[in-house]
């Protein structure tokens, strides 16, 4: 099993400690013999340990940086909510096709945020807007928070702050099985807590770093005991030798373990593997010995917004992948609601 994650080294932001968190994070991480920096904002980190930029790359993964949010305003690019919350950036998993690669570039670092408050009160704002309607909050865009929560327990805090709001609702989504912490937490319903799940080959392969396929199906159970509305995202699909028997034995296997109850308000998010020609560079340098397939002859060339187009699997090869993995979601989750294929 995957160890939870606790940093090589921490760098904090003056700015960090004048919050309950920041201090109570500077204390913990002492505490725990961690060597903690100084740096003046959580953007401006340099000098990490590491003679090339393989080994800078690996010990920026291994790194936490204490800040505080200064942008408040929330993105809401993702087809799964309308606003982005953020209280981390960055993750320890090595996934080796992650858009994080590129968006991230030169500042792989994780980073976690104490001015919790106040991105509630901006939360706020948002929901008041839309009232009465509901208001959905994405918290994983731009990290695994799950992956770092049982360090900072922000996200539990989350899940307390929207257990007990009238419009907002919370979601993320995680590749970690560090869940324990969250089980007892009043989430009221108003939280749905998702796993990304792939089949074996993908996660083996294509995740180091990353809680494996059992792990995070036994978290994602204890998780549906827990009361939370649970979801899995089958992300990215990815079309190796033997894909349909791995995806097909990936639903079985949830078939087996997740309780009736779960069954009953599961979602899931179908997405296939797609890069840019930015992300196979970094990708490359990042992990020189992938197996991940990057071929743009074989692949369909789609424009993106901002002009930078994307590769994705050709019209066939969706069209199958739509059909095999639905069929899956139709055979063992029939009640289960399929949220969008892209």
Not at 107 to 136: G, S
Not at 300 to 314: E, L, N, S, T
Request: charged fraction near 30%; aromatic fraction near 14%; proline fraction near 5%.
């Amino acid at each position: 099993m995957v160890k939870p994650f606790v940093p090589e080294l921490v760098y904090i932001e003056p700015g960090a400690l004048k919050y309950p968190l920041g201090k109570e994070l500077k204390e913990k991480f002492e505490d725990m013999g961690i060597e903690i920096r100084e740096t003046t904002s959580h953007n401006q980190v340099r000098n990490l340990p590491g003679e090339n930029d393989f080994q800078k790359y690996r010990m920026a993964k291994s790194t936490l940086v204490v800040g505080v949010r200064k942008t408040l305003k929330f993105d809401t690019s993702k087809p799964s909510a309308e606003y982005a919350i953020p209280f981390a950036t960055g993750c320890m998993g090595h996934c080796h096709y992650c858009y994080l690669q590129t968006t991230m570039g030169s500042k792989p670092y994780i980073r976690t945020y104490v001015n919790v408050e106040e991105v509630f009160e901006a939360a706020e704002a948002y929901m008041k807007e839309r009232a009465p309607e509901e208001t959905r909050f994405e918290a994983s865009c731009t990290s695994d928070i799950v992956g770092v929560d049982h360090l900072t327990h922000t996200l539990k805090r989350a899940i307390e702050y929207f257990g007990q709001s009238e419009h907002g609702r919370l979601r993320f989504v995680t590749k970690f099985a560090h869940v324990d912490h969250l089980l007892d937490a009043k989430h009221n319903g108003r939280t749905r807590f998702r796993f990304s799940m792939n089949a074996d080959y993908v996660i083996k392969y294509l995740e180091p770093g990353t809680s494996r396929l059992d792990d995070r199906i036994e978290a994602a159970v204890k998780v549906a005991e827990a009361g939370y509305p649970l979801g899995f995202i089958i992300a990215p699909i990815y079309l190796y030798e033997d894909w349909k028997e791995g995806y097909r034995i990936l639903f079985e296997k949830l078939y087996d373990k997740l309780p009736e109850q779960a069954t009953k308000d599961l979602t899931f998010e179908l997405i296939q593997h797609r890069f840019t020609k930015p992300a196979k560079r970094v990708i490359q340098k990042n992990y020189p010995m992938t197996k991940l397939e990057m071929d743009e002859e074989k692949r369909k060339y789609k424009w993106g917004r901002y002009g930078i187009g994307k590769y994705v699997y050709q019209k066939d090869e969706q069209k199958e992948m739509q059909e095999v993995l639905g069929g899956y979601i139709e055979q063992y989750f029939p009640e289960a609601r399929l949220e969008y294929f892209t």
